[in-house]
């Protein structure tokens, strides 16, 4: 991954900026330069009545003149230190719409936008723009979480039988992200696979039921030896950094990021079919609502 053009999407509606401070941290260490995003949209300027549409369009330039302003402010201090800056604002919604057609136009290398938890009513619904950038956002999305920064360790969570339907391809995306952060940014890389064996209880039959210890000894061995079939691949990665666990990825992802300090986690996704998004949603999903760190979201071909 190139890092050298990182689109931020600016927050108008929070003093914090996350997503900023950590394109600034990348930028000091990568000499990439950054656009500053912001996007709003106020229904009372997009059709009130009994104002004419030439007011309306004249307070919309307004408020992204102001808005822009503010941006430009923002921009003043990284730019007194060296990191080159631009700002853009864009006026419309839905907000993941308006990120994704500056995305497409522009082609940066990565996306960062801030990120907190969020309601299960939301995610339901699909109305939360986190939930559509993962699954629409052409380029590598970096989602930020609100906490202190270490940057010292990241996670590449892989996949090597591809039972999340991920291609071949993007495990080894995958790990040359993370193998590339590690020498550009100083993160130290840890890659992960988890597994699941058929719990006991939900055995389906008495011959795996009679069986049991042998099958879960057989499913250790399966995953293992393709784990260590992709990692055989990338010699260069230190295998004492690579770890195997068994469990739910909801699960064991978020738990394995707990106990090893991890700041950021490397993800893979893959868009899928409407219905499958709206009742289950995808692995990085479900794991973005239980995770503390950062997470950036890769799909194939980014």
Known sequence: ????????????????????????????????????????????????????????????????????????????????DGIAVTCHTLWGKPLYRQIISRVEQNQPDLVLKSTSRHGLLKRLFLTNTDWQLIRHCPQPLWLVHQGEWTGQRLCAALDPLHESDKPAALDHRLIGIAREFEQRLQLQAHYLHSYIAVPQTLAFNAELLADY?????????????????????????????????????????????????????????????????????????????????????VKPGA
């Not at 990439?32 to 009130?48: F, I, K, R, V, W």
Request: net charge negative.
């Open 1 to 80: 991954m190139k890092l050298q053009n990182l689109l931020v999407v600016i927050d108008p509606t929070r003093e914090e900026q996350p997503a900023l401070a950590r394109a600034r941290w990348i930028a000091e260490r990568s000499g990439a330069s950054l656009e500053l995003l912001a996007c709003d949209y106020t229904p009372a300027l997009d059709n009130a009545l009994l104002v004419a549409q030439r007011d309306l369009e004249r307070a919309r330039l307004m408020q992204q003149a102001e808005r822009l302003a503010w941006l430009e402010r923002m921009a003043g201090p990284l730019r007194h």
């Open 213 to 297: 210890d042998d099958y879960v000894k057989r499913t250790e061995q399966h995953h293992r030896q393709a784990f260590d079939n992709l990692l055989d691949q990338h010699p260069a990665i230190d295998r004492r950094m690579s770890f195997l666990e068994q469990g739910f990825a909801e699960d064991a992802i978020p738990e394995f990021v707990r106990r090893h300090g991890i700041d950021l986690l490397l993800m893979g996704a893959v868009a899928r079919g409407q219905l499958d998004n709206a009742l289950i949603g995808q692995t990085a999903e479900r794991v973005l609502e239980e995770v503390e760190c950062d997470l950036l979201v």
